[in-house]
Nanobody, 125 residues
């Protein structure tokens, strides 16, 4: 069974940092681009960014550019989202998702084939 499992969420103060992990089980991530998306209460799902299968290309939403970094370790079958300078507006459930599609930039949410269960990130003092 193809699964993605996120971890690393939690409560952090404004200005703080968190690193989310997205581990694949049942398949290898080597041939998949991986995206991070988030959804805050009462808001639409929002793409945070994505990384190509090789890790050579990353793309970010304007709202997180310069603060968030996506990386991957294919040997560990894991993708990471490093979040720095967190703001209350970053509060959301964060999801990782994988797709075999090759695209310039991130694909739309409905084009992802495998999803994680989500992890809550709360930024509050």
């Amino acid at each position: 069974q193809l699964q993605l499992v996120e971890s690393g969420g939690g409560l952090v103060q404004p200005g703080g940092s968190l690193r989310l992990s997205c581990a694949a089980t049942g398949f290898t991530l080597d041939y998949y681009a991986v995206g991070w998306l988030r959804q805050a209460p009462g808001k639409a799902r929002e793409g945070v960014g994505c990384i190509s299968s090789s890790g050579s290309r990353t793309y970010y939403a304007d709202s997180v550019k310069g603060r968030f970094t996506i990386s991957r370790d294919n040997a560990k079958n894991t993708v990471y989202l490093q979040m720095n300078s967190l703001e209350p507006e970053d509060t959301a459930i964060y999801y990782c998702a994988a797709t075999e599609l090759v695209a310039a930039g991130c694909v739309d949410w409905y084009e992802y084939d495998v999803w994680g269960q989500g992890t809550q990130v709360t930024v509050s003092s």
